[in-house]
């Protein structure tokens, strides 16, 4: 089942692990830390806090057994992710913890899977955004499209009515270069729309 197993000694705060544990942190059982401070520096710092709350909780007896995902340091310096499962085996007569033991599960490669499937989830729905930002982009051109050519149109007939000494001729002929000019504009944007989309 490629469980590593470990077995936790309280009054004397002992681990003792067998060499498919070592394996998974990538170490020895004469090098791995064979105390309970030494265990938990092995987990990851922001797991820490939330693993050793669901341990001590079992540990009390608050709970039947003890599970918790996490990261541990592993002897190369990366993380390895492992599903850690464990139970109190023996109690003295206050009900304090004397002997516990479990098993460490490498689970890295389905939670580098989960990632990825996050990461790629996270690129669909951005994709998806866009997607929609394009089509309104490309909803918003097309009308505002239709306002300028009624815009330009007439300001090409002001032109053709107006005498080249007219006063008003200069402002008409400003009126219709913005008009060309945001005309220009709406046509990147109607074909940005069409690319996204």
């Known amino acids: ?22 394996e998974i942190v990538g170490g020895d059982t004469t090098t791995i830390p064979a105390t309970l401070e030494g265990w938990n520096q092995l987990i990851h710092p922001d797991d820490r806090e939330r693993v050793i709350a669901v341990r001590d909780a079992h540990l009390r007896g608050e709970s039947p057994s003890y599970e918790a995902e996490f990261r541990m340091r592993h002897a190369d310096g990366h993380w390895v992710w492992v599903l850690s499962r464990g139970k109190v085996t023996e109690r ?3 009900g304090h913890p ?12 389905r939670k580098n899977a ?8 996270a690129q669909l729905r951005q994709a998806q955004k866009m997607e929609a930002i394009g089509q309104l982009a490309g909803g918003i051109a097309h009308d505002f ?35 060309h000019r945001a005309a220009n504009l709406v046509s990147k944007l109607l074909a940005f729309s069409r690319r996204q989309v």
Not at 10 to 22: K, L, P, V
Not at 114 to 121: M, N, S, T, V, Y
Not at 146 to 151: F, I, K, P, R, T
Request: include cysteine; proline fraction near 1%.
């Open 1 to 22: 089942a490629e469980l590593g197993m470990w077995d936790w000694q309280a009054r004397t705060e002992t681990f003792t692990y067998d060499g498919r544990w070592a």
């Open 92 to 94: 003295d007569a206050e």
């Open 98 to 109: 004397l002997r516990a033991c479990g098993t460490h599960l490498d689970i890295s490669d």
């Open 114 to 121: 989960e990632e990825e499937r996050a990461r790629l989830e």
């Open 145 to 179: 499209n239709n306002l300028l050519q009624v815009s330009n149109g007439y300001a090409e007939l002001a032109l053709a009515d107006l005498a080249a000494d007219h006063p008003a001729r200069s402002s008409v002929v400003e009126i219709a270069k913005s008009g």
